[in-house]
């Protein structure tokens, strides 16, 4: 009995669902006398308009001829029932590839910004076309009441890839950054998302802006202690991005050294900074990271352990400033790394000028700048600081 | 005798409960005694993930930790805080801010000086009429539009 009922109850609502989208069309092509509300006028490039009713009147769902009729409203001046006519297709068609695209084409044209807003959501969502659909919301970022609200609200998955996108076509870094903080508190914010927009806000000179919205990514269990050097005790792996570490990238054949975070006796904590230097020439810092200090007076602190590292030089750590055109000025290194040493300790004073946002600490073979050296051996370091002096 | 020691008992009690509300009162009037470690405000209200700065970077906030002047409040996404001298001056703190804590300038100052890390670029704000967005399809006929329809699979609606 319960199924009868249930299936009387299924057609009656479709039933009414049809009617409702005949009442819908038919309001589109009719005014409330019956008259039809087509425009007199016609073009030669008009089309056939008593084709179009016929086919509606057969199959008033059939959205193809609606967008049609509204195309032709919207051409013979009247964007008001134009309008009718989408928001029917719309209704008729919600998730249909054509409406979306030509009612958001509309709505964009008469500047009803967050109607298109919702469409262009809508394809991205179903249909992806990131190609189409991506210019238009990036235009549409900056734009106040552009409905970009809702889709933030939303937090739709495709909006990672739109965030990745948008960034690499030099949307501005600032607006992106509100979308990422989003994703990261739901904890959708994907590397590349961070890693653009960070590198686009310290590349634009704007390091604090960076610091913040990489600080805004962070888990809430490294938020606990966040060092002027992130992750000092390495014992956390490398992320490569933000102010984290950066170990170099290419094959170690390549760049002559291999950098670990790896476990060892007499490291402090669980691992230690490994850099296995093969004999190769070495023309790059094995390792560096990004940081935001405030001006001031500085010590850089850490152990070291050094095993059999033949060199003319050796290594050293280096605070340097970071500039935006990519060169940057030393402003204070350790002392040089070679021979054999058991776990000891090291500190060197750094000045953080004004002027100098941002900084970059890079382990290098000493005397880089004055050309290629060659290296051989292991260094281990722990326990990285970077302490405020008063 | 008896009833001489319990009287010299009970005027005894009394001068010391006496002596008590006394030093109460005293204790009670006088303004809150402030740590005399250098410390001239603390975190109230923390709500989210604010990091204050220390000598080495910077470290969770909790409630009613003290802060030295120079010290930077900072608030991450979605964080709130209030920074309350001992003096009572409240200066709060919203989401994406910092702070540093100062000393001897007037609480109307103090208020005002929250700084945002993240701004909206406001200039890149665009007037409607300006917006030009590219056309996602270009015009269709209906006999265009009827067969392209009629050939590709059914959409999700």
Known sequence: ?390 | MKSATKVNRGKAAMRRIAQATALALVVVSQPQAQPNDGTIARLREVSGNVLVSNEAGLASGDEALRLMPGTRVITTANAEVVVEYDDGCRVKLKENQRFEVEKGKPCAVLVAQPYTILVTPQGAIAALAVVVIPALLGAATVGSLIDARTKTTASPS
């Open chain 1, 1 to 390: 009995m319960d199924r009868v009922v249930a299936w009387r109850a299924a057609t009656v609502a479709l039933a009414l669902l049809l009617l409702w989208r005949i009442i819908a069309v038919n309001a589109v092509l009719f005014d409330a006398t019956g008259r039809p509300q087509w425009p007199a006028a016609a073009t030669g490039a008009a089309p056939d308009r008593s084709a179009l009713a016929a086919v509606l009147r057969e199959n008033p769902g059939e959205v193809a001829a609606l967008l049609v009729v509204a195309q032709d409203l919207e051409r013979a001046g009247d964007p008001v029932r134009a309008a009718k006519a989408y928001e029917s297709a719309l209704s008729v068609a919600p998730a249909d590839r054509d409406v979306l695209q030509m009612s958001a084409d509309f709505f964009l044209r008469h500047g009803r910004l967050r109607e298109a807003t919702r469409q262009l959501d809508r394809l991205a969502e179903h249909y992806g076309a990131y190609d189409r659909v991506f210019p238009a919301l990036a235009r549409l970022l900056p734009v106040k009441d552009s409905g970009w609200d809702a889709i933030v609200e939303r937090n739709p998955a495709w909006l990672g890839a739109f965030v990745v996108t948008a960034c690499r076509q030099s949307v501005d870094p600032g607006l992106l950054a509100p979308l990422l903080q989003r994703r990261a508190a739901t904890g959708r914010a994907t590397a590349p998302e961070t890693e653009c927009i960070t590198e686009r806000l310290r590349e634009s000179g704007q390091w604090e802006a960076a610091y913040q919205v990489w600080l805004n990514t962070l888990p809430r269990e490294r938020l606990g202690n966040v060092g002027s050097v992130f992750n000092g005790g390495f014992e956390h792996a490398a992320s490569g991005i933000g102010f984290d570490w950066r170990p170099s990238l290419g094959p170690d054949r390549q760049v002559g050294h291999a950098v670990e975070f790896a476990t060892t006796a007499g490291a402090i904590g669980k691992r230690a900074l490994r850099v296995t230097y093969n004999g190769k020439p070495q023309a790059a810092p094995a390792i560096r990271q990004f940081m935001a200090v405030v001006p001031g007076r500085y010590e850089l602190s850490g152990v070291a352990r050094i095993d059999a590292l033949n060199s003319v030089r050796g290594v050293q750590w280096t605070l340097r400033c970071a500039a935006r055109d990519g060169l940057s000025t030393r402003l204070a290194a350790s002392e040089r790394f070679l021979g054999s040493s058991e776990w000891r300790p090291f500190a060197f004073e750094a000045v953080v000028p004004e002027g100098c946002p941002g900084q970059v600490l890079q382990l290098e073979p000493a005397g880089m700048d004055e050309g290629t050296t060659f290296l051989s051996g292991t260094a281990w370091f722990d326990e990285l600081r970077l302490t405020r002096r008063r």
